[in-house]
């Protein structure tokens, strides 16, 4: 039996829908967004190169592992060691990627934009969907998503590694402290945008105040999730800035690491 919108209730008409407006406008940018971005990202976890300018480090190579990074760059030191894979050698980017990767992916407004866009379900109001039946995230692969709250938790620790670069942007190119460049600024709002991001997650709005029979005998969780819950409001701008900031943040790291531009230095 035909369920979702080709089930019997649904009004017997042949248009798909009866919008005269630009429905698919939107989904169109997300889909050109999302792979825009992911092409970038692909090229530049592949490149291997250009990730790294004292004292700037690309937050897709950071933090840097193995012992491929270019010196210098391995601020955790190399505990992955060199791995190759038919006679390459992997990319430092391909060990963290994974993480911060999975944390969008898995993300509840990242899912809602791409499959109303790339899966097209549904991709607007009032508009029927090509798919026969809806099992949502109850099987194989989509069940993965419940892994959104682990990820969520890497994050963190990813969020507080990018700070600790954006820190020591306030070095110069030869280590002496106290100075501050355009590159630091540059870091600096990578690492806020991507705390803002996480601090409006659904997870982390419910790990603040989930699982309470009330607020009263919880005075500090209470007062926390509600800055949190002010937050979560906005979750989707945050979302979409930072995605544009931390390709901007490495795009300008490769740029000065490549010698294209020369990282300004304020004082």
Not at 134 to 157: D, K, M, V
Request: charged share 15%; glycine share 6%; aromatic share 18%.
């Amino acid at each position: 039996m035909a369920t979702g919108v080709f089930s019997s209730t649904r009004a017997s008409i042949k248009e798909r829908t009866l919008r005269n407006d630009r429905w698919w406008l939107q989904p169109a940018i997300t889909v050109a967004v999302l792979l825009s971005f992911i092409v970038y990202a692909t090229f530049r976890a592949f490149e291997k190169k250009y990730y790294f300018a004292e004292p700037l480090i690309s937050p897709f190579y950071s933090p840097c592992l193995s012992t491929a990074c270019i010196d210098g760059a391995a601020h955790f030191g190399t505990p992955i060691g060199t791995i190759t894979l038919f006679g390459m050698v992997i990319s430092p980017a391909l060990f963290i990627l994974i993480f911060p990767l999975g944390f969008r992916l898995t993300c509840y407004y990242y899912r809602k934009a791409y499959y109303r866009s790339f899966w097209m379900s549904p991709p607007a109001c009032a508009v029927a969907e090509p798919h026969s039946k809806y099992t949502g995230e109850t099987r194989a692969p989509l069940i993965l998503q419940n892994g959104h709250r682990w990820f969520f938790s890497f994050g963190l620790i990813f969020n507080i590694i990018l700070t600790y670069d954006a820190i020591i942007a306030f070095k110069n190119s030869e280590g002496e402290w106290g100075h501050m460049s355009v590159g630091t600024l540059v870091l600096l709002l990578n690492a806020t945008m991507l705390w803002l991001y996480s601090a409006s997650c659904h997870t982390c709005r419910h790990t603040i105040g989930g699982r309470l029979r009330n607020f009263s005998k919880h005075p500090i969780r209470y007062k926390m999730w509600t800055w949190v819950s002010s937050l979560n409001e906005r979750h989707p701008v945050y979302a979409w800035i930072s995605l544009f900031v931390v390709a901007l943040t490495d795009l300008y790291v490769r740029l000065v690491a490549s010698g294209s531009i020369t990282n300004f230095y304020f004082f």
